[in-house]
């Protein structure tokens, strides 16, 4: 085996050896002759000698060499052309081994039709009639924002007919109801001229063309002009059309009006990716914004990315700008074009702004991704529930029940809420012990579950898939009763779970099942059984309080609740009104009260 490979290594070497030294394009062929990479270089000869005369750095890279059968490479005059010409055949044949780039055919355009009285609208499909096609944008709500913007200050028709002078002139069109509610001032019955539908498209243009200034400055002229003509209501409908437009103006501009056709680039990367910017400024406002995720195959350097990032960004919207902002020097040149690392100033906010945009397109990247993640070992937990009790559907929603009384006194229980494996705090819910006497768990347990299901049955409410009871056979069997009488005993799952030793039992079987101590379903379901009793626990803790301090200020003769309300607000505790002095309590519930309490405390010192 190794003697065929240094045969292949061998062929491979005498290729090299007549590689030209100019620049161009190589490509890595596997076995099966397909292309496995594709790359660049200023001297093609020593770039791909660089692959089998050294070691490789890294494993990938190692790798794709023992997976090279063939070279072909292309020359080209100049580093630029190899540039676009690498761009392009990693467009089309998508190497294994390269960055992957993805196509532009799905970007959006706004078209401004070649026709009379021309239309303007979106498209995806740029055809070749003379007709002025502004983007491509990476966003399509930009271009809803720029069309509807257009309808709210410009009267645009929006039928297809052929609006020639003979066909107006002959009456072939009517108005439609785009006329009658003031959206069109129909041009398809001569009732608009040519030339000023086309004052509008001009102006339209300019816009896109990111000249919103001197839109601005000749609606203002205009808008004097009119008032001072005393036309009023023109103008104030100019008014209200120049406010939309400053307003988009405001949202867009950015530094510097005098910062004209700019590009601007930023990059940050990882281990697997690298994430790349791209702002074009047009008279100091965004016209397009973008980024980009690029996979890593290659443990490719940050430089080599950005450079490969500007080619394919700048072909795939289509920008010749002559100025680009870089962070760094990314080691290509274009004829024409300057590349600028600004240190200060307003191109130096530019490139900040972009670098603030990739970074935190990069954390929303991450973000979706711990979510995913965080999703997916959620359902797993909700598998082994599903699959360790049984169950027929996946228990995302899960509540749990808990009594909590001493001797009888203060009877409580406790529900909680589990949504995805998770407690949903802002659904837990207390109930207070309405109608069992003494201590009875079966009868509370049976009337919390009544209270809780025929509550949600009447609200229309979503049930929950499990239901777990805190307690042994009895209180399940109390609970199933309350499920029963509601009819709902067929459409929630529901388990008991004792204590002792961790026993889970199921509605009418007597042999409970033991769940493997260290199961991913046991330790939610013992997490969902501990938080019901802390939380019943901690409200049967503030009754008992209450009722303490309650019933031994209430037991003074002559003090009522609302004298009770007033004392503790003011003196904190019932410590602290026993220690205050007449004149303090004076202060608070007048003198008669103040006797009696004082009375009190003193006839009863413990």
């Given at each position: 085996?190794?003697?065929?490979?240094?045969?292949r290594?061998s062929y491979?070497?005498?290729?090299?050896?007549?590689?030209?030294?100019?620049?161009?394009?190589?490509?890595?062929?596997?076995s099966?002759?397909?292309?496995?990479?594709?790359?660049?270089?200023?001297?093609?000869?020593?770039?791909v000698?660089?692959?089998?005369?050294?070691?490789?750095?890294?494993?990938?890279?190692?790798i794709?060499?023992?997976?090279?059968?063939?070279?072909?490479?292309i020359?080209?005059?100049s580093?630029e052309d190899?540039l676009l010409?690498?761009?392009?055949?990693?467009k089309?044949?998508?190497?294994?081994?390269?960055?992957?780039?993805?196509d532009?055919k799905?970007?959006?355009?706004?078209v401004?039709?070649?026709e009379?009285?021309?239309r303007?609208?979106?498209?995806r499909?740029i055809?070749?009639?003379?007709?002025?096609?502004?983007?491509?944008?990476?966003?399509?709500?930009?271009?809803?924002t720029?069309?509807?913007l257009?309808?709210?200050?410009?009267?645009?028709?929006?039928?297809?007919h052929?609006?020639?002078p003979?066909n107006?002139?002959?009456g072939?069109?009517?108005?439609?109801?785009?006329y009658?509610?003031?959206?069109?001032?129909?041009?398809?019955?001569?009732?608009?001229k040519?030339?000023?539908?086309?004052?509008?498209?001009?102006?339209?243009?300019?816009?896109?063309?990111?000249?919103?200034?001197?839109?601005?400055?000749?609606m203002?002229e205009?808008?004097m002009?009119?008032?001072?003509?005393f036309?009023?209501?023109?103008?104030?409908?100019?008014?209200?059309?120049?406010l939309?437009?400053?307003?988009?103006?405001?949202?867009?501009?950015?530094?510097?009006?005098?910062?004209?056709?700019?590009?601007?680039?930023s990059?940050?990367?990882?281990?697997?990716?690298?994430?790349?910017n791209f702002?074009?400024i047009?008279?100091?406002?965004?016209i397009?914004?973008?980024?980009?995720?690029?996979?890593?195959?290659?443990?490719?350097?940050?430089?080599?990315l950005l450079a490969?990032?500007?080619?394919?960004?700048?072909?795939?919207?289509?920008?010749?700008?002559p100025?680009?902002?870089?962070?760094?020097?990314?080691?290509?040149e274009?004829?024409?074009?300057?590349f600028?690392?600004?240190?200060?100033?307003?191109?130096?906010?530019?490139?900040?702004?972009?670098?603030?945009?990739?970074?935190?397109?990069?954390?929303?990247?991450?973000?979706q991704q711990?979510?995913?993640?965080k999703?997916?070992?959620?359902?797993?937990?909700?598998?082994?529930?599903?699959?360790?009790?049984?169950?027929?559907?996946?228990?995302?929603?899960?509540?749990?029940f808990d009594?909590?009384?001493i001797?009888g006194?203060?009877?409580?229980?406790?529900?909680v809420?589990?949504?995805?494996?998770?407690?949903?705090?802002?659904?837990y819910?207390?109930?207070n012990?309405k109608?069992?006497?003494?201590?009875?768990?079966?009868?509370s347990?049976e009337?919390?579950?009544?209270?809780?299901?025929?509550?949600?049955?009447?609200?229309?409410?979503?049930?929950?898939?499990?239901v777990?009871?805190?307690?042994?056979?009895?209180?399940l069997g109390?609970?199933?009763?309350?499920?029963?009488?509601?009819?709902l005993i067929?459409?929630?799952?529901?388990?008991g779970?004792?204590?002792?030793?961790?026993e889970?039992?199921?509605?009418?079987?007597?042999?409970?099942?033991y769940i493997?101590?260290?199961?991913?379903s046991?330790k939610?379901?013992?997490?969902?059984?501990?938080?019901?009793?802390?939380?019943?626990i901690t409200?049967h803790r503030?009754?008992?309080?209450?009722?303490?301090?309650?019933?031994?200020?209430?037991?003074?003769?002559?003090?009522?609740?609302?004298?009770?309300?007033?004392?503790?607000t003011?003196?904190?505790?019932?410590?602290?009104?026993?220690?205050?002095?007449?004149n303090?309590l004076?202060?608070?519930v007048?003198?008669?009260r103040?006797?009696?309490?004082?009375r009190?405390?003193?006839?009863?010192?413990?």
């Amino acid at each position: 085996m190794n003697e065929i490979y240094q045969g292949r290594l061998s062929y491979l070497k005498e290729l090299i050896k007549v590689l030209p030294e100019g620049p161009g394009v190589y490509q890595y062929l596997d076995s099966a002759g397909n292309i496995i990479y594709v790359g660049k270089a200023k001297n093609l000869k020593k770039r791909v000698s660089s692959y089998f005369y050294r070691t490789p750095d890294n494993a990938k890279t190692r790798i794709l060499v023992r997976k090279i059968y063939d070279i072909r490479h292309i020359v080209v005059n100049s580093e630029e052309d190899a540039l676009l010409l690498e761009n392009n055949l990693i467009k089309k044949y998508q190497p294994r081994y390269n960055v992957l780039l993805k196509d532009d055919k799905s970007f959006p355009w706004i078209v401004v039709k070649n026709e009379p009285f021309p239309r303007v609208f979106s498209t995806r499909r740029i055809i070749k009639d003379g007709s002025y096609y502004f983007g491509p944008y990476t966003s399509s709500g930009m271009v809803r924002t720029l069309i509807d913007l257009f309808r709210q200050l410009y009267f645009l028709r929006t039928c297809r007919h052929a609006l020639t002078p003979e066909n107006i002139a002959k009456g072939k069109f009517k108005v439609c109801l785009e006329y009658h509610i003031g959206n069109c001032k129909g041009p398809c019955e001569g009732l608009q001229k040519e030339e000023d539908y086309n004052l509008q498209i001009e102006e339209i243009k300019n816009i896109l063309k990111g000249n919103i200034s001197s839109v601005i400055k000749y609606m203002k002229e205009t808008m004097m002009k009119l008032a001072k003509d005393f036309k009023f209501e023109e103008a104030e409908e100019i008014k209200q059309k120049l406010l939309t437009l400053e307003g988009f103006q405001s949202k867009s501009t950015i530094v510097n009006p005098k910062i004209n056709d700019v590009d601007v680039f930023s990059i940050i990367e990882d281990k697997k990716s690298a994430y790349v910017n791209f702002l074009k400024i047009v008279n100091g406002a965004i016209i397009q914004a973008h980024t980009i995720e690029y996979k890593k195959k290659m443990d490719e350097d940050i430089k080599s990315l950005l450079a490969l990032a500007i080619v394919d960004i700048r072909e795939r919207l289509h920008s010749n700008s002559p100025e680009i902002i870089v962070p760094f020097n990314p080691g290509i040149e274009f004829s024409g074009v300057k590349f600028l690392i600004p240190k200060k100033g307003d191109k130096k906010k530019l490139l900040e702004l972009s670098e603030r945009n990739v970074k935190y397109y990069r954390f929303e990247k991450l973000k979706q991704q711990a979510n995913r993640t965080k999703s997916s070992r959620e359902n797993s937990i909700l598998e082994w529930v599903k699959r360790d009790l049984h169950l027929n559907v996946l228990p995302i929603h899960i509540e749990c029940f808990d009594n909590s009384n001493i001797q009888g006194h203060h009877p409580v229980a406790a529900c909680v809420v589990f949504k995805n494996g998770k407690p949903a705090k802002n659904e837990y819910r207390h109930f207070n012990i309405k109608t069992v006497e003494g201590p009875n768990d079966f009868a509370s347990m049976e009337e919390v579950v009544y209270r809780r299901y025929s509550r949600l049955k009447n609200e229309g409410q979503p049930l929950p898939q499990l239901v777990v009871i805190d307690g042994g056979k009895g209180q399940l069997g109390s609970a199933v009763k309350a499920l029963r009488e509601l009819d709902l005993i067929d459409q929630i799952n529901i388990i008991g779970i004792a204590k002792r030793l961790e026993e889970i039992y199921f509605p009418g079987d007597p042999v409970p099942l033991y769940i493997d101590k260290n199961s991913p379903s046991l330790k939610l379901i013992q997490h969902l059984r501990n938080e019901a009793h802390r939380f019943g626990i901690t409200f049967h803790r503030q009754k008992r309080s209450k009722a303490f301090i309650n019933s031994k200020l209430e037991d003074i003769p002559g003090i009522g609740p609302q004298s009770v309300k007033k004392l503790l607000t003011h003196f904190k505790s019932v410590n602290g009104v026993k220690n205050a002095s007449l004149n303090q309590l004076k202060e608070v519930v007048g003198e008669a009260r103040a006797k009696k309490i004082v009375r009190f405390f003193t006839e009863n010192v413990e």
